[in-house]
T-cell receptor, first 112, second 117 residues
Framework: SQKIEQNSEALNIQEGKTATLTCNYT??????LQWYRQDPGRGPVFLLL?????KEKRKERLKVTFDTTLKQSLFHITASQPADSATYLC???????????FGPGTRLSVLP | DAGVIQSPRHEVTEMGQEVTLRCKPI?????LFWYRQTMMRGLELLIY????????DSGMPEDRFSAKMPNASFSTLKIQPSEPRDSAVYFC???????????????FGDGTRLSIL
């Protein structure tokens, strides 16, 4: 079965620094990876999607990369702010919807 | 625009009782997903529908769980009989049609926190 691992359960960084979160997958590359943000007591909110044939995607202060050789996606938040504190989830999905798997999430805390 | 609406937000009931969770997807979305989230297992896909038809229910834990989507604007997840190990947060999400699997974002409700005593 396909698995998703996220590098750490929790990550603390200082405000203004770049946060880097890691998502590793097993077996073959998924058709795409999605990243979501989840705040306590709320449902996940979609942030970014990257396809297998894309190296990098950006949205404002967010950047995601996809390395099929390393079987890894990196999610970066530049100029981090305390409001970025949340749990970030990586999701893999293949074509036709199969193998839809969420990672365990990384809880990010941005300290003022 | 109204997002995905789930009810109830919280449910506490005794073991053995029937539990029904409800979901109203975003209008125009034709894919609907039910998830369960626990500390131990994270977020797990239980079942998803496309155009009101169940496509993949391989995540449904056992026969005590059932899900229906009688029309495009309503779905239920039922547990009968409920057990303490069913305690979790249950999320519903919807998206535009994704049979082609091209990564449409999912829009989640705020979940139902279920506690089975």
């Amino acid at each position: 079965s396909q698995k998703i691992e996220q590098n750490s359960e929790a990550l603390n960084i200082q405000e203004g620094k770049t946060a880097t979160l890691t998502c590793n997958y097993t077996n073959y590359s998924p058709a795409y990876l999605q990243w979501y943000r989840q705040d306590p007591g709320r449902g996940p909110v979609f942030l970014l999607l990257i396809r297998e044939n894309e190296k990098e995607k950006r949205k404002e202060r967010l950047k995601v990369t996809f390395d099929t050789t390393l079987k890894q996606s990196l999610f970066h938040i530049t100029a981090s702010q305390p409001a970025d504190s949340a749990t970030y989830l990586c999701v893999r999905r293949d074509n036709y919807g199969q193998n839809f798997v969420f990672g365990p999430g990384t809880r990010l805390s941005v300290l003022p | 625009d109204a997002g995905v609406i789930q009810s109830p937000r919280h449910e506490v009931t005794e073991m053995g009782q029937e539990v029904t969770l409800r979901c109203k997807p975003i209008s125009g979305h034709n894919s609907l997903f039910w998830y369960r989230q626990t500390m131990m297992r994270g977020l797990e896909l239980l079942i998803y529908f496309n155009n009101n038809v169940p496509i993949d229910d391989s995540g449904m834990p056992e026969d005590r769980f059932s899900a229906k989507m009688p029309n495009a604007s309503f779905s239920t997840l039922k547990i009968q009989p409920s057990e303490p190990r069913d305690s979790a947060v249950y999320f519903c999400a919807s998206s535009l049609g994704d049979r082609g699997g091209f990564g449409q974002p999912q829009h989640f409700g705020d979940g139902t926190r279920l506690s089975i005593l």
